[in-house]
């Protein structure tokens, strides 16, 4: 395959970041640094045909995104779309404030052989999840390739097919939610989103650059937003539901993770 192995960072030069592109390159893996779009200070300009939609942020979460939270939404989409366009097969996009364990790379490529759309190499929400095979790493670990049957949260590693690309390049144009909401939400783009058990990679302890908390002066919803949030999470919901009956199959049988299945701190 044709790999893109990018660390998403606003500072190259930081401890953890020279680190993980050290790890990545002595498993073998040819990393390099995607540039952060910078949303700490301002909120970032939008390019090409990316679009605010700030009608639906304020219904269907009653707020919008943040300074920050809107750059790391923007890097994540430039990313896939710089691999999509250069023709890559596959894009591994990390976050820079993670570690990755030592068979990450072997479990990086036997993923990609299910030519599985989007691959989260870890996770913050333990899910029912289904089985669709097992495999053992030269170190002698069992690993799990599963499909969760919900959203499991965090954009903080993963791997994605060019099929995936394109689905998530053409549903994240129109910006209205974070970045790992929008892989929560892979039903409403039809969207394979699968797992590997145990985590192969596991986030630093820190405090997030990624400020959720909205500016007191920010823009709230209007009374008629507010009165079409429940109306829009029914729809949203009866769209969900809907999706898991016609895919049950690839959904089920499922079951909970016997235990949390990596280091990261915020897994529940």
Known sequence: MKLACWV???????????????????????????????????????????????????????KLLTNSEMGCYLSHLRAVRKAYDEGYSHVCLFEDDVVIEDDFAEVLFESAKDDVELVR?????????????????????????????????????YLMNRRGMKKFIDCALEIYEPVD????????????????????????????????????????????QRLLFHPVKLWFSIRRHSYMF????????????EGVQGKTRRIR
């Open 8 to 62: 998403i960072s606003l500072n190259p030069e930081a401890e953890n970041t020279v680190k993980l592109l050290m790890s990545l390159q002595k498993q073998g893996l040819s990393a390099e640094i995607f540039p952060a779009v910078d949303g700490r200070d301002a909120m970032p300009p939008l390019e090409r045909d990316e679009r605010l939609n700030k009608t639906l942020s304020l219904i269907r979460h009653r």
């Open 121 to 157: 190499y870890m996770a913050l929400r333990l899910r029912r999840r289904k089985t669709l095979r097992e495999f053992v790493a030269s170190s002698g670990v069992a690993y799990k390739l599963v499909r969760p049957e919900r959203g499991a949260v965090g954009a903080q590693a």
């Open 246 to 257: 016609t895919h049950r199959r690839d959904f089920q049988p499922a079951s909970m993770p």
């Open 181 to 224: 909401k929008l892989f929560d939400h892979f039903w409403l783009f039809d969207l394979q989103v699968c797992g590997v058990e145990p985590h192969t990679v596991y986030e630093l302890e820190h405090e997030t650059s990624v400020q959720k908390v909205p500016d007191t002066k920010a823009q709230g919803p209007s009374w008629w």
